[in-house]
């Protein structure tokens, strides 16, 4: 059902991006494959349509392997090459201005900063803010403004936004899968999409080398029957001795969620220069989402995150915490 107010943002967006002599695109640090999807896919549309524009994110300016057969990722500028007083910024699928990284500093100092989001936890931190919580993913919505703004989409920006849509409904596997979501990746598959090569790249092609980081991460896993919770680690000695890059590790969370005894399921990483960077999954009634912020970060009922300071043992330990406050009580 559409949302008045989502629908009349999306217009004034529309307006914004139609008046604009150029406009610069951002999304998180560390993008995952909705927030790339997002942003590669827009800034395509708008260089089909001769509007000039610049797609960035904060460093470390890399990809995980998965995501580098996408669509205009080599169109993608340095964030040192981001416009320092943009005209017209738009975030995609950031929930806050400092999980832009470097480039909170132009989004601060931008004439019209538009953020493009449907999490819940969003900071509405710009001028306009179009915050759709009923939406699966991010691409959804570049997929209702290109819709308004009456952009056609081409095989590229299909691709892109269906890389959004396949990873934020975990292959279509997670509770924010609906009808809408099988109407929109027919359509975005009829522009002639490799669908096989597609799941093939972003979920089932890894290196020997992730394998046997995941193979030493599950074998120490730790299952917390008594609050059905699962938890597995990665530590920074771990991406050194099997050669693995940090964004290697994003589909970690994927194998430990498969534990039937467990309810939630989390992996920590150690994240070079940020701490202990951790994923939570929810398979039941326990809001992720919620425990991530009282921790600090944010996400969906199903599927959250935050960064820790803390320990490992430590970090797991406020996990449990949070778990038992939201508990219910016994019959």
């Given at each position: 059902m559409a949302d008045p107010e989502v629908d009349a943002g999306l217009a004034r967006v529309a307006e914004a991006v139609t008046a604009a002599g150029e406009v610069a695109l951002a999304c998180h640090v560390h993008p995952d494959g909705d927030a790339l999807g997002s942003v590669l896919a827009f800034h395509l549309l708008c260089r089909a349509q001769g509007v000039a524009s610049t797609a960035s994110w904060g460093e470390p300016f890399a990809v995980a392997p998965h995501y580098r057969f996408m669509a205009g990722l080599d169109l993608a500028s340095r964030p040192?090459?981001?416009?320092?007083?943009?005209?017209?910024?738009v975030t995609f699928d950031c929930g806050s201005l400092a999980r832009l990284g470097q480039l909170g500093g132009p989004a601060r100092s931008a004439g019209e900063l538009v953020v493009l989001d449907?999490?819940?936890?969003?900071?509405?931190?710009?001028?306009?803010?179009?915050?759709?919580?009923?939406?699966?993913?991010?691409?959804?919505?570049?997929?209702?403004?290109?819709?308004?703004?009456?952009?056609?989409?081409?095989?590229?920006v299909a691709l892109d936004l269906y890389v959004g849509l396949l990873t934020d409904t975990g292959r279509f596997q997670y509770p924010n899968t609906t009808k809408e979501v099988f109407v929109l990746a027919q359509e975005l598959a009829g522009h002639g999409l490799p669908l096989g090569?597609?799941?093939?790249?972003?979920?089932?092609?890894?290196?020997?080398?992730?394998?046997r980081l995941a193979a030493a991460a599950l074998a120490r896993a730790h299952l917390d029957r008594e609050h059905r919770l699962v938890a597995a680690w990665v530590t920074a000695e771990d991406l050194a001795e099997y050669g693995v890059g940090f964004d290697e590790t994003e589909g970690l969370i994927d194998l430990v969620r498969r534990t039937a005894?467990?309810?939630?399921?989390?992996?920590?990483?150690?994240?070079p220069g940020e701490g202990l960077r951790v994923s939570l999954r929810s398979v039941a009634g326990v809001d992720v989402g919620q425990v991530a912020a009282e921790l600090g970060g944010g996400g969906h009922h199903f599927m959250a995150g935050f960064l820790s300071d803390a320990s490992i043992p430590a970090t797991i330990e406020r996990i449990v915490e949070q778990l038992v406050e939201r508990a219910p009580a016994p019959a």
């Open positions: 040192s090459a981001f416009p320092e007083h943009p005209e017209l910024m449907h999490h819940h936890d969003n900071a509405r931190y710009g001028s306009i803010n179009v915050v759709d919580t009923a939406a699966a993913s991010t691409a959804t919505m570049v997929r209702r403004l290109a819709e308004v703004l009456g952009w056609e989409l081409d095989r590229d090569v597609i799941t093939r790249e972003l979920f089932e092609k890894h290196r020997f080398a992730y394998l005894e467990a309810d939630v399921s989390c992996v920590l990483k150690e994240a």
